[in-house]
């Protein structure tokens, strides 16, 4: 398998603009997981799903995020508009639906907004 | 919240040396996760402890879980420079795992 795929691996873009970030879980994981990692807050769920159902996104900052999942093997996060203390780099992981199960984390997405 | 915190931040130790890096947490948890991360990739799981278990071990990694103390801690033996990355520890509560800010470990040849 090759693992959980996120895309692109670096974006780059102006205040204002609208981001989407790209998320293919591994195939048979039914919970998937957006992270952001900052140097000040370190890892902060933003959102995740099991069995494409959104179940809790209480971690999602603002209205400008939304996050979707519309089949088991893709989900994307948007920021509309971006600003700049949204920079920050994006994990998507993917896991087993069932407890002791690990996260399986993609390799991130590294947002910049100027 | 029950936010794992690793202790220390940072961790310089010479190939061959053992690291050992602590994880504190503030709640009830189902079970204890460390992770370890190399820069500019994703984390990757070493190893899990359910809140019945104390130790367990995994190769070189030996992890320990004293929940009156709230508190864990992963030991890398005979480290090695490949070790260099950061280490966080999750835990798994009531919530969906939980991450601390991570310890990074700097292993030198």
């Known amino acids: 398998d090759a693992g959980v795929i996120q895309s692109p691996r670096h974006e780059v873009t102006e205040m204002g603009q609208e981001v989407t970030l790209r998320c293919k879980p591994i195939?048979?994981?039914?919970?998937l997981f957006w992270y952001r990692q900052t140097m000040m807050r370190g890892l902060e769920l933003l959102i995740y799903?099991?069995?494409?159902?959104?179940?809790?996104d209480s971690g999602m900052p603002e209205d400008r995020f939304s996050a979707k999942m519309p089949n088991a093997s893709f989900s994307t996060l948007k920021i509309q508009p971006s600003e700049p203390r949204d920079s920050a780099v994006y994990f998507c992981a993917s896991s087993l639906a069932r407890s002791n199960s690990p996260l399986h984390f993609g390799n991130g997405t590294r947002l910049t907004v100027t | 919240s029950q936010q794992g915190e690793e202790d220390p931040q940072a961790l310089s130790i010479q190939e061959g040396e053992n690291a050992t890096m602590n994880c504190s947490y503030k709640?009830?948890?189902?079970?204890l996760q460390w992770y370890r991360q190399n820069s500019g990739r994703g984390l990757v799981h070493l190893i899990l402890i359910r809140s019945n278990e104390r130790e367990k071990h995994s190769g070189r990694l030996r992890v320990t879980l004293d929940t009156s103390k709230k508190s864990s801690s992963l030991l890398i033996t005979a480290s090695r420079a490949a070790d260099t990355a950061s280490y966080f520890c999750a835990t798994e509560g009531n919530t969906p795992l939980v991450f601390g800010k991570g310890t990074r470990l700097s292993v030198i040849a």
């Open positions: 195939s048979g994981h039914n919970s």
């Open positions: 799903f099991n069995n494409n159902v959104p179940i809790d």
């Open positions: 709640t009830s948890i189902n079970n």
